[in-house]
C-alpha cells in the first residue's frame, strides 16, 4: 500500500492498481460553475448540457498560500464578500495542479522559499511518456508555465519561455506568443535581411536570439533520451497545425499561433457585443483543432502521453466582464472536451486513460441578476441569447470551481474529498490530481534527481574558491562559471569544470580565478540514466586586495533552530559580507545526518551559496565524520589559519586538549609569530572569559569560574601575540568584554573577547551581578558583522530583528 499525505488529506493506491497510460488535464481557466451555465444555457437552451456533465463531477478548491484560512463553505454562502479576499492566482493554482503543493501568489514551480518542484509532466517523461501543453494564450503565460517551467514571478515571461523551449524535455508547446502578429492576426513585422528587427517584443518567444534560434532550427534539449539534443519543429499558420493530424512521428513541435496574445478575446471590434457578433480571427485555429493536433501526435508514444490543454481565455474575458466573449470562450473549451471525449472512446479506451476537466480558479463572481446578498441562478432565456448574469468582480475568487472525471485512476482522486459544500456538494483540494498520479506512478518511477544539499562555498582564496553539494543518488559534477562582465544580459558560465566520478557528495575546486572579482557560478548534476539538474546561477567573489576594505560576519551555535538560523543567515547576507567564519555547535548531534542537511546547510543557502564560510568544531559536532564530510578544511580539519585582505584568522578546536606543550597550542604559539598580518583573529567554541552561570558556576555566590578554565591556557598566546580579537559560543548569549591583559582592563594593549552564541541554540543566562571583566550583555538570537579597511575597524552585533544592540570601533 502506498500513500501520501498533503493539506489534511490522504491518497491511497493499492500496490496492483492500473496506471493510466494517458492523462489528459483540461483546465478552463478562470471557469467556474456559473460559466459552465452560462455557455449551456447559450448553446443548448438548458442546464447541464455540455457531455462532460455525465462524467464525475466535484468541486474543487483553489486558495494558494496567500490565503492562510482556505475555504469556509459556510462563510461563502453567508458572506457574499467572502470569496472575494486574496484569491489564488494562475500561477500557484497551476503549481498546484501540476505539482501537488501550494505556493504564494506569482511563483511558477516553486515553493514558498524558492525550491524547485517536480511537475506531473516531468514524472510522465521519466516513464517514458510524450508531453506537452496547448493553450488558447501565449504559452510562457502562468498555466501551461505552471506545468513545465521553475521561476519566482510569472511574469518572467523570457526566462520562463526559455526554460519551456531550451531547457525542458516536453515534446510539444502551442500557443499564441507570435512576436510578428497583433490580436487580429494580422503581420505587423519581421526579421530584416542580416539584422533582428528592434520594435516588436519577443519576450514571450524567449527573446529576439531565441526566436531566431528557433526559427534557424538549433536544437534544444534531449527530448527523447538518446543523449542528442532535439530541435523544434515550428509552426506558425493554422494550415500547419491542421496538416499535424497526417504527420507520424514528426519530433517536438512547437506551435507559435499567428496572434500576440490570445486566439480571438483581444480581437477588434466591440468588446462587449453579443456571442459571435464580430467575426472570428479566421487565420486562428479553435481549440479542438489545437486538441485534435496534440492528441495524433503525443498518442504515438507506446508509453502513453501526458497533455495539459487550457482554454485560457475565459479568463481574460471574465477580468473584463465581457459576456458575449467569455461565453465564445467557454464554448470554445467546451467543443474541445466533447473531441477529447469521442477520441477516448474512439482511439483509446477509459481503461488506458484518464481525463480531468477542471479550472485553477473562478474570476468575475459570475452570478444571476440581482444577486448580493444572495447570490442567485442565471436566467436562461434560451438557445442563442445570452442568459441573464452579472458580474461582481474584475478580479479572481475563491469560488469552488467545477471538477470532471473519468477514466482509469479517476476513483483515486474522488477518495480525497475534503469537505462538502451545500451547493456544489463533495470538494477535493487542487493539490489531489498530481497527488493521485504520483501514488499510481510511484512504483514505477526511477529516483528523481535531486539536491540533497544545495551548492555551498567554502576555502576562498585570491584564485580559487571551493564548492560542495550533496544529491540524493550519484551523479557526475559539472560546474559552469564565468567573470561577471559590465552590461551583460545574461550571467556569464563560459567556463566548465568536471568531475565524470558518479558520487553523491561533490567537492570542487575552482582555480586560476582573477583577485578581488565577482562570478557567477551553477552547479549540473547527471546521474546514470542521463538525467540532468542545474542549481540556480549564484554568485561568489574571490578573496580581495590586501589594502581593499572588507566585511566578515561572524556565528556560533546554530545547533537545533534551523528557523532561526535562517532568518539570521538572510539577514547577515542582507549586510553583504565578504566571508563568515563559526565558532562550533553547527548541530544539535554532529553524528545525525538530517541535521546536517536540514538544520544547518539548506537553511544557510542563501548565504552560504554566496560567500565562504569557515567552520570549527564545537562539543555538539561531536568531532563527528559529517564534520570531515561537509565541511572542506585544510588539513588537520580541526586546526588551521587562513589570512583575508590585511587581517589573519587561526580557528582550532577547544573541545581538544589545547593545554600548554599540546599540539594545538604548539601549533598556534608557531602560528601567531609567524603572522605579519595587521589584525589578528582566534575562533574557537569554548569561552576563555564568560559571564554564563548555567555552565561555569554561580556568580552571586562568588562560585563561577567566569570561563571555561581548559581554553584559559591559551590567554597567554594572545596577549603574547597580541591578538585583536578572540570570537567563540558554547554560551547562547552575548558578551564583549571589556580589553583584557594579565587579568586586568588595559584599554591600549589589551585582547577584546566576544560571546556569540546566538544563532540558534537555546538562550542561557548571564549572571544576576556585573562581571569585572564585562563591557556589554545581551540575551538574544543574533549574529556580528566586523568591518575593517587598513587600520580601521568597526563591530557591530544584529539581533534577529535587525536591530543593532552594540558596536564599537577599534584603530591601529
Avoid at 475568487?397 to 477518495?415: E, R, W
Avoid at 572542506?632 to 578546536?653: M, R
Avoid at 571555561?708 to 601575540?721: F, N, T
Wanted: glycine letters at 8%.
Amino acid at each position: 500500500m502506498v500513500f501520501i499525505v498533503s493539506f489534511g488529506f490522504v491518497v491511497f493506491a493499492s500496490a496492483d492498481v492500473i496506471q493510466p497510460k494517458n492523462v489528459i488535464i483540461m483546465i478552463g481557466d478562470g471557469m467556474g460553475f456559473n460559466h459552465v451555465e452560462a455557455g449551456s444555457y447559450y448553446r443548448f437552451g438548458r442546464s447541464k448540457g455540455q457531455k462532460y456533465w455525465e462524467l464525475t463531477t466535484l468541486a474543487m478548491q483553489t486558495y494558494s498560500l496567500n490565503n492562510a484560512t482556505g475555504y469556509d463553505p459556510q462563510k461563502a454562502h453567508v458572506d457574499f464578500n467572502y470569496v472575494k479576499d486574496t484569491p489564488t492566482d494562475s500561477a500557484a493554482a497551476a503549481t498546484a495542479l501540476s505539482t501537488g503543493y501550494k505556493t504564494q501568489n506569482e511563483m511558477i514551480g516553486e515553493l514558498e522559499n524558492g525550491d524547485a518542484l517536480p511537475h506531473i509532466m516531468e514524472d510522465a517523461e521519466a516513464l517514458g511518456k510524450a508531453t506537452g501543453v496547448l493553450t488558447t494564450v501565449y504559452f510562457s503565460h502562468a498555466t501551461p508555465a505552471g506545468f513545465i517551467a521553475h521561476d519566482h514571478s510569472r511574469r518572467s515571461y523570457e526566462e520562463i519561455a526559455i526554460e519551456m523551449i531550451w531547457k525542458s524535455k516536453v515534446d510539444l508547446i502551442i500557443g499564441a506568443g507570435h512576436p510578428w502578429f497583433d490580436d487580429d492576426g494580422k503581420q505587423v513585422g519581421g526579421f530584416a535581411p542580416n539584422r533582428f528587427a528592434t520594435s516588436l517584443n519577443y519576450d514571450r518567444v524567449g527573446g529576439e536570439k531565441s526566436w531566431k534560434n528557433l526559427l534557424e532550427g538549433k536544437p534544444a534539449a534531449d527530448a527523447d533520451g538518446d543523449g542528442k539534443p532535439d530541435a523544434w519543429t515550428v509552426l506558425t499558420t493554422r494550415e500547419e497545425i491542421n496538416k499535424l493530424t497526417e504527420e507520424e512521428n514528426p519530433g517536438r513541435i512547437l506551435g507559435v499561433l499567428p496572434v500576440y496574445s490570445t486566439l480571438q478575446q483581444r480581437r477588434s471590434g466591440d468588446e462587449h457585443a453579443k456571442p459571435f457578433e464580430i467575426p472570428l480571427n479566421k487565420t486562428a485555429p479553435t481549440m479542438v483543432e489545437l486538441v485534435s493536433a496534440a492528441l495524433h501526435i503525443l498518442s504515438q508514444d507506446p508509453d502513453g502521453f501526458v497533455l495539459m490543454a487550457e482554454g485560457g481565455a475565459i479568463d481574460w474575458t471574465s477580468h473584463k466582464n465581457q459576456s458575449g466573449r467569455m461565453i465564445e470562450e467557454q464554448i470554445d473549451f467546451d467543443r474541445a472536451v466533447e473531441f477529447v471525449i469521442e477520441w477516448i472512446e474512439k482511439n483509446s479506451s477509459w481503461e488506458e486513460t484518464l481525463l480531468v476537466v477542471t479550472a485553477d480558479h473562478e474570476c468575475g463572481y459570475l452570478t444571476g441578476i440581482g444577486s448580493d446578498p444572495l447570490m442567485l441562478p442565471l436566467t436562461n432565456r434560451g438557445a442563442g441569447v445570452e442568459p441573464g448574469m452579472e458580474w461582481h468582480s474584475d478580479k479572481h475568487t475563491n469560488q469552488l470551481v467545477p471538477l470532471f472525471l473519468k477514466g482509469v485512476g479517476s476513483d483515486l482522486i474522488t477518495k480525497v474529498v475534503v469537505g462538502v459544500d451545500e451547493k456544489y456538494g463533495a470538494y477535493v483540494d487542487n493539490t489531489a490530481i498530481a497527488h493521485s498520479l504520483r501514488s499510481l506512478w510511484e512504483s514505477s518511477l526511477p529516483p528523481k534527481l535531486t539536491f540533497l544539499v544545495k551548492p555551498y562555498l567554502q576555502q576562498a582564496d585570491k584564485d580559487r574558491i571551493t564548492i560542495l553539494w550533496e544529491t540524493n543518488i550519484p551523479s557526475q559534477a559539472e560546474v559552469r562559471y564565468g567573470e561577471a562582465t559590465f552590461h551583460a544580459e545574461q550571467a556569464n558560465l563560459s567556463q566548465v569544470s568536471k568531475d565524470a566520478s558518479l558520487k553523491t557528495l561533490h567537492e570542487m575546486t575552482l582555480q586560476n580565478l582573477k583577485e578581488e572579482t565577482n562570478y557567477f557560478y551553477q552547479v549540473v548534476a547527471t546521474d546514470e540514466n542521463g538525467s540532468v539538474m542545474e542549481s540556480e546561477v549564484l554568485s561568489f567573489k574571490t578573496k580581495v586586495r590586501d589594502d581593499s576594505a572588507y566585511s566578515f560576519a561572524v556565528f556560533s551555535d546554530t545547533q537545533t533552530n534551523p528557523s532561526v538560523w535562517g532568518r539570521i543567515a538572510q539577514l547577515a547576507w542582507a549586510e553583504r559580507p565578504h566571508f563568515a567564519v563559526h565558532t562550533g555547535d553547527i548541530v544539535g548531534n554532529g553524528n545525525d545526518k538530517t541535521q546536517w542537511v536540514e538544520h544547518f546547510l539548506n537553511p544557510g543557502h542563501v548565504l552560504m551559496s554566496r560567500i565562504p564560510i569557515y567552520i570549527i568544531l564545537g562539543n555538539h559536532d561531536k568531532d563527528a565524520p559529517l564534520y570531515y564530510a561537509y565541511i572542506a578544511n585544510p588539513a588537520p580539519e580541526y586546526y588551521y589559519t587562513f589570512t583575508y585582505g590585511n587581517a589573519q584568522f587561526f580557528l582550532l578546536d577547544s573541545c581538544r586538549d589545547v593545554s600548554s606543550g599540546s599540539e594545538i597550542h604548539t601549533w598556534l604559539d608557531r602560528a601567531l609569530s609567524q603572522s605579519r598580518s595587521v589584525w589578528k583573529f582566534v575562533v574557537h567554541h569554548h569561552p576563555p572569559y564568560t559571564s554564563d552561570e548555567n555552565d561555569y558556576g554561580d556568580t552571586y555566590k562568588e562560585l563561577s569560574l567566569l570561563g571555561d578554565p581548559d581554553v584559559q591556557p591559551l590567554i597567554p598566546l594572545y596577549e603574547k601575540h597580541n591578538v585583536d580579537m578572540v570570537v567563540f559560543g558554547h554560551i547562547h548569549d552575548y558578551e564583549r568584554t571589556w580589553p583584557l591583559r594579565n587579568n586586568r582592563i588595559d584599554h591600549q594593549n589589551g585582547v577584546v573577547y566576544i560571546q556569540t552564541g546566538g544563532c540558534g541554540g537555546g538562550l542561557e543566562n548571564y549572571a544576576p551581578t556585573r562581571s569585572w571583566f564585562t563591557k556589554k550583555v545581551h540575551r538574544d538570537h543574533h549574529f556580528c558583522l566586523i568591518n575593517i579597511h587598513e587600520n580601521q575597524l568597526m563591530f557591530q552585533a544584529i539581533d534577529r530583528n535587525w536591530n543593532l544592540f552594540d558596536t564599537f570601533t577599534m584603530e591601529k
